[in-house]
């Protein structure tokens, strides 16, 4: 479809939903969010309990289009809310202005580490999504490729054209790989063994796609042997039956925070701060832990089947605040020295 007619066409029912919304006496908030699509129905649906005032209207893609898509919009905002978006984009964000700072209500059971530091924080943390490997154990087999346990395996020979990772230009996922690579290897301005193992790793990856889902997804119906993801994916399509284990390597694990902010281009200031309010409660949390191994309020999710009861202790140490201050240029070293095997953007 031609993209005007489709924009048209997303315009209009925009358009038509707003007549709707208006008609039953409804606020309307539009929410940009990087959120798996699976997800948004529940979210909404839990929110919708405590408020049915509230109509959510939901701009989704991935994390570095949301992402680049609010800073394109800066002069000129959309959204009232930012919900399900990595706290490294939202650190960004905040450095522009373009946050509301905000103490929900239920802000002092959320971990300190999974929240901005300032009072009040321009961004809390909902939970953690972190790497992992999806690994295809029947192509493994007729390949006769080993299951890697470190990511420094996946340098071996036998792995080449056999492993796809995301974009970390358009996901959100790719994005903590590469900066728990440099946290743990060392960035060096592009000359540090961070960068090193990215070259080494560029020569066996087949694909960089535009998904954080995606690599897991093709690993899981056999098109790749090792897909470099992220757990909720890769828990979710174990559960369905695919054929993979799912890795979690030894020297340490990319993680980011799917986190909430109020935009500071809304006008509807009070219904906002309600969904925030709700995205920070104990309800929101046992919705978030059906998903994720952790949440932001600790001891609220349960175990999930396939990930090992240490992940949290897993994560690479991250600073938010570094990866914000330093993604243009990460993203254009990156991008410079191996965006030629990028799938093509849609």
Known sequence: ??????????????GLATVAALAQGKTQLLVYTALETDQLKAYQEGFNKVNPDIE??????????????????????QADAVMGVAASSLALLDKQGMLIPYAPLNLDAIMSQYRDKKNPPAWFGMNVWGATICF??????KKNIPKPETWKDLLKPVYKGQVVMPNPASSGT??????????????????GDGW???????????????SGSKPCNMAAAGEYVVGISFEY???????????????????????????????AGTKKLDAAKK??????????????????????????????????????????KMDFYWAAENRERILAEWTTRYNAKSEPRK
């Open 1 to 14: 479809m031609n993209p005007s007619i489709r924009t048209t066409i997303v315009s209009a029912c925009l």
């Open 56 to 77: 959510l209207k939901w701009v989704r893609d991935s994390t570095g289009v949301i992402t680049a898509k609010l800073l394109a919009e800066k002069a000129n905002p």
């Open 136 to 141: 295809n154990t029947v192509e493994a087999q």
């Open 174 to 191: 790719g994005f903590f790989d590469v900066t728990a690579w440099l946290t743990l290897w060392g960035d060096k301005n592009g000359k």
């Open 196 to 210: 090193k193992f990215m070259d080494g790793l560029h020569e066996n990856i087949a694909q960089y796609t535009h």
């Open 233 to 263: 994916r890769a828990n979710a399509n174990k559960a369905k039956g695919a054929p993979i284990d799912l890795v979690f390597p030894k020297e340490g694990l990319g993680w980011d925070l799917e986190a909430f902010a109020i935009h």
């Open 275 to 316: 969904l925030a309010d709700w995205a920070s409660s104990k309800d929101a949390m046992q919705l978030y832990g059906k998903n994720f191994a952790i949440t932001a309020q600790p001891g609220v999710a349960a175990p999930l089947a396939n990930v090992p009861k240490d992940y949290e202790a897993r994560l690479v």
